[in-house]
């Protein structure tokens, strides 16, 4: 019996493989058509083969209906491959049968795909929509419209379902018949009443246009600045892993990064400096702004140049159909926005621009919070964009901006001891502005290809000037010692810049790109123990300019592997030279996003980043003296590689929670070897501590180490229904390592923040009242603070700090209230805001001033950083 299953074992594998190589011979073998028979029918065809090479052909004669006649015949080929040509419209199934049969099957015709293609609008405006979602029901396929509203996707020829979904604007759905190509414009229609900072379905997410996982973080109106207005970079501060600096102060801290080291994109242009007067605002005007995408983390290839986080924006186009005026003010300042069409509907222009009043009152409404005698505070911005619809396929647009801020603090303060009399003068002065032109052009070469043509400029001026004057009067005599500090940064950036979308299939779009960057930069320190006469930009030095050029070219594929799972990969290459020093940046970018369902996202990403400008920022307290300064020799670029993990979970379609970790490490990160020579304070006032440095080569003071940071985030966030809110939560520690700074020992960076909290409340009484509630917490800043006394060359006691950043100020918490009411009529739009900053502090003022009470000469310092202005202000805004 054993032996029967052998034989019967040995037969079966002797006819499988006879099936098989006699199916791989006879399919493989090589057939020529002759010229006359190539002309008939299938048929005539099938019976000149059958002839020839004795081959027998079994099908049913349904095949050959409506394929009479060989429209494309294969000359010569493979028994295979002419078959497949006969019969080029039907899905076949060809089995061999030895010795020479040939079965043929058909599974039904081929599926036919067509190409959809259009544009996304305002049905009130006439602006596009980038970034909307266009879904075909049937199939499930989906894509995004990329920046000038545009989309494009393969769909089955025949009837489609379409749907088209955007944050902030109402659902548009439409039936159409899919042909070979097919083209169909669809207008959206605002709704006012949704929610914006939300992360999205996550199916939504899985998107080949944006690179993966990118939050809007335009339109929210609930969430006010200091002085009750609508701020694009108050909006990122809601997402966990973004902080700010702290109270009276500008900037976003991202995952353990710096302000520097976020790249903020206003049309395609890097800007450096980008909010006002201790944070007040940033220079972005809600007006004006059409939409903003914030990314921390799985960076798209296509961005370069920081390490933290990317923010770009895009400015509105302007109404196509008709003119627009809003005018509002509040208590720091007011603005106008005019847009609309010049001539026609192909040309738009949109401008805004404001300014500030707080010089005014400045000084009366902080003369019991500050000690000096005198504050001077302006700013200015104007923005305007004027776009040409050159033809369907083509549009060209042209934007502008300047603003600039100004702070002057004047204070002088008497001090009498026995026969000793000292008199300390001191006058502090930051200003800055930017100056920006951009040139775009976008070309929708065909249905698969896009370019865009970028060219921009722009100037950048900071600068900080310290005065100080001590005057010592004793009953034999009068002397007097002075002190000058000047910092200037002065930046100019060209830059040409090159972009390609190919759209392969729906699963494949790939990106890639070519980036010219010419900089100039002048970092100057002065310091002089004699106030030196003349305006600041005339005293320093010309010849200390410093050029620098840059190559930044990227490929990138964002592959949609199913409806479930996203994959991104891409390579971002930066060669950047300065003088004879030429350093290379090869850096890699992956991003996974797995969503089984429309409840559950999980998303995991690495990216590496690099930067060759670098923001040096004096850690000592009191006003900033920042200076900008490239790559040189013996400066190396920064470095950055990240990695982070994020779930979010859906309970609902309109409530989510998103839990995350990061870890980040940077390389080349620098220090000045002391924290406090740039920059001149007062410690106490009993305690005048001069501090300069006569060294004028601001490289010499610098050191280079590493940093590394780390953390955990959690959001919760409901974000439609009468009652919307959210809470953010993150824990994070950043750390720094400098061989020869706090004897090589880690210690804690300025910005760190052990715990952030950030939670709001909004409730919508109707749809003209609106209220809300922000509550923010955060760990108190990092400093160092000088406790150690010691005797100087000049024969004065100063003090200095034993380690670096040895000090943690108390932690910072504010509540705040806004309520908003709009008026409609029938030409006009008035709305009220009324808003009301550091309630809660003001409550807890008498509790911190009791109570918080450490030992001298540190106790009013540390009241004074604590107790926090109240802050009512009220805004009114006219639309017409």
């Keep these: ?52 090479y004795n081959i027998v052909f079994s099908y049913n004669a349904s095949i050959l209906n409506n394929q009479d006649k ?18 080029k419209n039907d899905e076949l199934i060809l089995i061999s049968v030895p010795p020479n049969k040939i079965i043929i099957q058909s599974k039904g015709q081929k599926h036919k795909d067509g190409t959809l293609t259009g544009w996304i609008f305002d049905s009130m405006s006439g602006e596009s929509v980038s970034g909307a979602l266009v879904v075909e029901k049937h199939s499930g396929i989906s894509v995004l419209t990329n920046e000038k509203g545009y989309y494009i996707m393969d769909l089955p020829q025949g009837e489609a379902s379409l749907e088209v979904r955007y944050l902030g604007y109402k659902p548009s759905a439409v039936t159409i018949t899919i042909q070979k190509n097919t083209m169909l414009d669809l207008p959206m229609t605002s709704d006012n009443l949704l929610d914006t900072i939300v992360i999205g379905d996550p199916k939504s997410g899985l998107q080949l246009i944006d690179g993966g996982h990118i939050v809007d973080v335009f339109k929210t109106r609930e969430y006010k600045s200091i002085i009750g207005e609508t701020d694009i970079i108050n909006n990122t501060r809601i997402l966990p892993g973004v902080q700010s600096g702290g109270e009276g102060q500008s900037g976003l801290y991202v995952r353990g990064g710096t302000p520097d080291q976020n790249l903020i994109l206003l049309e395609g242009v890097a800007m450096y400096e980008t909010s006002h007067i201790a944070g007040i605002s940033s220079i972005f005007m809600d007006e004006s702004i059409k939409e903003a995408s914030f990314i921390k983390n799985g960076f798209p290839a296509r961005y370069g140049g920081r390490l933290a986080s990317v923010l770009d924006i895009h400015l509105k186009e302007g109404d196509r159909y008709k003119q627009n005026v809003s005018l509002s003010a509040g208590i720091a300042g007011a603005k106008i926005h005019f847009d609309g069409p010049i001539k026609s509907d192909k040309t738009t222009y949109s401008v805004t621009a404001r300014t500030s009043w707080l010089n005014f009152y400045v000084n009366s409404l902080l ?14 911005d104007i923005i305007g964009k004027v776009t040409r619809q050159l033809s369907q396929s083509s549009t060209l647009s042209f934007t502008v901006y300047t603003g600039n801020d100004r702070l002057q603090l004047t204070k002088e303060n008497i001090f009498s001891e026995k026969d000793l009399t000292l008199n300390v003068y001191d006058k502090n002065a930051l200003n800055w502005g930017n100056r920006l032109a951009s040139l775009k052009w976008t070309y929708l070469l065909n249905d698969k290809i896009s370019l865009k043509l970028q060219s921009g400029a722009i100037k950048y001026n900071n600068g900080s000037r310290a005065t100080y004057q001590f005057t010592t009067t004793t009953q034999d005599s009068v002397s007097t010692d002075e002190l000058d500090v000047i910092t200037r ?33 002048n970092p100057t320190v002065k310091q002089s123990t004699v106030i030196l006469q003349g305006n600041a930009d005339n005293i320093i030095d010309k010849d200390s300019l410093i050029k620098a050029h840059q190559y930044q070219m990227y490929l990138e594929d964002n592959f949609k592997i199913n409806t479930s799972f996203f994959l991104y990969g891409g390579l971002h290459y930066t060669v950047y030279n300065q003088g004879v020093k030429s350093y290379a940046s090869l850096q890699p970018r992956l991003k996974a996003i797995w969503s089984p369902d429309n409840k559950n996202m999980l998303v995991a990403a690495y990216s590496r980043m690099s930067q060759n400008v670098h923001l040096l920022s004096n850690s000592g307290l009191g006003l900033p003296s920042d200076l900008w300064v490239p790559s040189t020799e013996t400066i190396k670029p920064q470095q950055a590689d990240q ?41 106490d006032d009993r305690n005048v501590v001069p501090i300069y440095n006569t060294s004028k080569d ?183």
């Excluded at 491959?81 to 006969?86: C, G, N, P, S, T």
């Excluded at 019991?368 to 200015?380: E, G, V």
């Design 367 to 380: 003369k019991k919070f500050t000690r000096y005698d005198d504050i001077n505070i302006a700013y200015t």
């Design 1 to 52: 019996m054993r032996h029967c299953y052998q034989f019967f074992l040995v037969i079966l594998t002797t006819l499988v493989l006879n099936i098989t190589y006699g199916q791989g011979d006879l399919l493989a073998k090589t057939i020529t058509l002759q010229k006359n028979i190539r002309g008939g029918t299938i048929k005539e065809n099938l019976s000149f083969i059958s002839e020839k």
């Design 698 to 880: 601001w490289e010499r003071n610098l050191i280079s180490g590493k940093a590394k940071s780390r953390g955990l985030e959690l959001l919760v966030h409901k974000t439609a229904g009468k009652s919307k809110g959210w809470t953010s939560l993150t824990w994070s520690k950043t750390e720094k390592i400098f061989s020869s700074i706090n004897r090589g020992l880690p210690f804690p960076a300025n910005h760190d923040k052990t715990w952030d909290l950030n939670a709001g409340l909004i409730h919508k009484f109707s749809s003209s009242f609106s209220t809300a509630l922000h509550f923010v917490y955060t760990t108190g800043n990092t400093f160092s603070l000088a406790t150690e006394e010691y005797d100087s060359a000049l024969g004065i006691t100063l003090l200095k700090a034993t380690d670096r950043n040895n000090y943690r100020l108390p932690a910072f918490h504010q509540l705040s209230l806004n309520a908003s009411y709009s008026i409609k009529s029938k030409n006009t739009t008035t709305s009220i805001d009324l808003n009301v900053y550091n309630i809660y502090n003001r409550l807890n003022a008498y509790f911190i001033y009791i109570y918080e009470n450490p030992a001298p000469p540190y106790n009013r310092y540390l009241r004074k950083v604590s107790i926090l202005p109240f802050t009512p202000s009220l805004s009114v805004s006219l639309k017409f």
């Design 643 to 683: 990695t982070s993990i994020s779930y979010t979970f859906y309970f609902n379609p309109n409530m989510y929670i998103n839990a995350g970790a990061f870890t980040r490490s940077m390389s080349n990160s620098l220090e000045y070897t002391s924290p406090i020579e740039l920059f001149y304070f007062l410690i």
């Design 70 to 87: 060989m429209s494309a015949p294969l000359a010569s080929g493979s028994l295979r491959e002419v078959l497949e040509a006969m019969f």
């Design 489 to 521: 940064s002065n930046i100019t950036d060209y830059n040409i810049r090159v972009d390609a979308d190919y759209y392969l299939n729906d699963r494949h779009v790939i990106r890639c790109g070519i980036n010219s960057l010419y900089q100039n930069f």
